[in-house]
Every structure is written in C-alpha cells, then in structure tokens.
C-alpha cells in the first residue's frame, strides 16, 4: 500500500508542476485568451484515454491467447482509467467549445466519435459488472475491448477524414509556439505518468477482488468459497494463469 | 476565464477523487484481506 501512496504522491506532484508551467509559464494565446490553456490538459488527457484503451487491446489480446487472468485484470484496470480521461477529454472540451464556438456540443465527427469511444468502454465495464464472474465474462469482454479499440484510430484521424468544426493536429504541423509546446509535452507526459499510476493501482485492486470469494464484498452471512474465476471443476483457481 | 477555472475544476475533481476513491478502495481490501 505504502509505495502506491507513494507513486499517487509522485503523479500528483507531477501535475501541480504541470499547472504552474500552464498557469504561470506558458503564453496567452492572442485570439482566444485564458480559456485556450483549457487545450493542455484537455489534449493530454484524450492521449492518455488512448494509452489506456490501447492497454485494454493488449490485455484482451494476450487473454483470448493465452488465458491469462493478469492479462484480463490490466484490460480491466485500463478500461476503467481510461474512460475517467475520456470523461475530462469530453467535459474540458465542451467548456471550451462554448466561449469560443459559442455551443457546447455540435455533432461534428471528433466530438461524436469521441462520444462513441465512451459509450463502447463504459458498454464494455457495464457488461464485465452485469455478467456473471467468470472466463465467459471475460472471453466477450476481451472481444468487446478488441473491436472497441477501432474506434480510436477513427476518433484520431477524424479531423483528417471529415469537415470538422473540431480544429486538426497542431502539435505535429509545427503550430504552437515553442513556450506552448514544451508546456503541452511537459504537461502531456505527466498525464501519462498519473495514468500509469491509476492503471496500476486499479490493476492491484482487481487483483484483492479476484482473490477474495465470491460474494464477499457484500456483507453475507455465509461467505461462499468460490472465487470470481472458479469453475466448478477447480474451485480454488482463482490465481491460476 | 469563468469557462477556464470551471474545466480545471471539474479535471481536479474527477482525477484526483477517482485517485482518493481507488486508493481507499485498495486501504480496504488490503485491510479485510489482512
């Protein structure tokens, strides 16, 4: 417990250091103002809900190979911190749309695909709560984390593919200024740090529950003995990989 | 700048209280698994 304290510790203070350089280093934008430092944060965390979908594809992948319950475990842990950076993607950029396209919401294709990429992993958690614990549970969720990951190419490639209102890449076509750029690279890795954190932390908690019988969770009288990966032929098997 | 403070609000709260929530949950599982 102590070194995931730590590691909290160490991504927290990342970030405040992320804020003081977005707060208090990078420029102003001309145009558009203070709200414009909405963009460090809200892009960096739209890469690091890639980063963690692209967990869940590994994990899934290696799970349906290999049958490895840490692999089903790290899909999990990255579909839950993921979709929390989906949701800060999302809200930051509806706040910053308002000022300055002067509407929450359009349904333009970054945004609606955006959405989309959050209705599929919040679909894939909702499935792995409501279905019965077990390897059939996680067969079709590792299939749902599989094909849910196409829609992250679409939501990076959309401004590319369709007319968005949404504005295109600016990082790799040289169009901040490099007081703006070292801000959002800073701010972006520390995002990526936090995220790391969360997945493994969510990773250690999936991995108590699996290892605690069924049922425990809830207050029961009479605590069953199966664990969330029993089968009825190996009762204890709950560790096995 | 109203817009500004609101989107860094909400990223403060729903970071950081889903970092305090999983570290919690952990302190209590390793708890009633101890």
């Not at chain 1, 209705?119 to 996680?138: D, K, N, S």
Request: aromatic share 12%.
């Amino acid at each position: 417990m102590t070194r995931y304290l730590g590691a909290a510790g160490g991504a927290v203070a990342l970030m405040l250091a992320a804020a003081a350089m977005i707060f208090f280093f990078a420029p102003t934008d001309a145009l558009q103002g203070p709200v414009q430092k909405i963009f460090y944060v809200h892009v960096a965390a739209a890469i690091a809900a890639f980063a963690s979908f692209a967990t869940v594809l590994v994990g899934s992948v290696l799970y349906l190979w290999r049958g490895s319950l840490r692999a089903d475990r790290l899909a999990r842990a990255g579909a839950l911190v993921g979709l929390v950076f989906t949701t800060v993607t999302l809200v930051m950029g509806m706040l910053w749309a308002r000022p300055i396209w002067g509407t929450y919401w359009t349904w333009d294709a970054r945004l609606t695909s955006t959405l989309v990429l959050w209705i599929i992993y919040a679909g894939y958690l909702l499935v792995r709560r409501l279905a019965a614990p077990g390897r059939q549970a996680a067969r079709f969720a590792a299939v749902v984390g599989i094909f849910g990951f196409i829609d992250v190419p679409i939501v990076y490639f959309s401004v590319d593919w369709w007319r968005t209102q949404h504005p295109g890449p600016v990082i790799a076509t040289d169009a901040l200024p490099p007081e703006m750029l070292s801000t959002f690279l800073f701010t972006m890795a520390c995002t990526l740090v936090l995220a790391g954190v969360l997945i493994a932390i969510r990773y250690r908690i999936e991995t108590v529950m699996d290892q605690q019988p069924v049922g425990s969770v809830v207050a029961s009288p009479a605590p069953p003995t199966r664990t969330r990966f029993a089968s009825p032929t190996s009762p204890q098997s709950g560790e096995v990989n | 700048m109203g817009y500004l403070v609101v989107a860094y609000a909400f990223a403060v709260v729903a970071l950081g209280g889903y970092l305090a929530w999983s570290l919690m949950q952990l302190r209590d599982l390793t708890r009633k698994k101890s």
